[in-house]
């Protein structure tokens, strides 16, 4: 049973370029949720994606937008890159209705140069 | 908005047993949950609590007092690969779909000495 996969693992853009980050939830899950942890923080909820529609959304700009696929999989697309937005992005799924099951994903590590 | 308050850094020895404490300021509450996380890598989920009380699970133990807004991560017979970030996270009461939206504290670093 394959958990939650995040593809890359790394990368490294520069200011102002654009990135596409993927996931693709542990089976069975339907509800997948984007957080951006900084060094020494903890993960910061940035939305959430349920039935192809972004359900919640955190404190961040409309830079970070996203997309679910009917297959459940999701995308996080970051517009206009800051050196700020370096950081490691974890993605989480959990079944659709409401639970205490939420698993996370390796992450991506984005470094903005 | 939530408010999540939690140590920032605490060290204990191999063997000993260590308190975590997490303290949580929420304009709702649907649930608080520990993770572990180790350098590097993703978190893991360690313990659920939506009810006062406490929960065990072998080595670790979760505590919950919804009144004093307050819990606890009790970790036992502490083992060197218990090094890591212990984050505290307290889920919203909305129910907008998936409803798992997680606030999370800044983590507490746990050293585990000789």
């Known amino acids: 049973d394959a958990g939650v996969t995040q593809s890359p693992t790394h990368l490294i853009k520069t200011r102002g370029q654009q990135v596409t980050l993927r996931c693709s939830p542990k089976?069975?899950?339907?509800?997948v949720s984007w957080y951006q942890q900084a060094l020494g923080q903890g993960p910061q909820f940035i939305f959430q994606?349920?039935?192809?529609?972004?359900?919640q959304r955190g404190n961040f700009p409309d830079r970070f937008s996203g997309h679910q696929f009917p297959n459940y999989s999701s995308e996080l697309n970051v517009n206009a890159l800051l050196l700020g937005d370096s950081a490691l992005y974890l993605c989480?799924?959990?079944?659709?209705?409401?639970?205490?099951?939420?698993?996370f994903g390796p992450g991506t590590r984005l470094t903005v140069t | 908005g939530q408010n999540i308050d939690q140590p920032t850094e605490m060290t204990a020895t191999e063997g000993a047993i260590v308190q975590i404490n997490c303290t949580y300021q929420?304009?709702?509450?649907?649930?608080l949950f520990w993770y572990q996380q180790h350098a590097g890598e993703a978190p893991t989920f360690l313990s659920y609590n939506v009810l006062d009380g406490l929960e065990e699970k072998g080595r670790f133990s979760s505590f919950l007092s919804r009144s004093k807004g307050y819990s606890y991560l009790l970790l036992k017979e502490l083992q060197m690969k218990d090094s890591a970030s212990y984050l505290c996270a307290v889920r919203d009461d909305e129910f907008t779909g998936g409803g798992n939206k997680l606030t999370f504290g800044t983590g507490t670093q746990l050293k585990v000495e000789l």
């Open positions: 994606y349920y039935e192809e529609e972004e359900r």
């Open positions: 929420t304009s709702g509450f649907n649930g």
């Open positions: 089976s069975g899950h339907d509800t």
């Open positions: 989480a799924s959990s079944p659709g209705v409401p639970s205490y099951e939420q698993y």
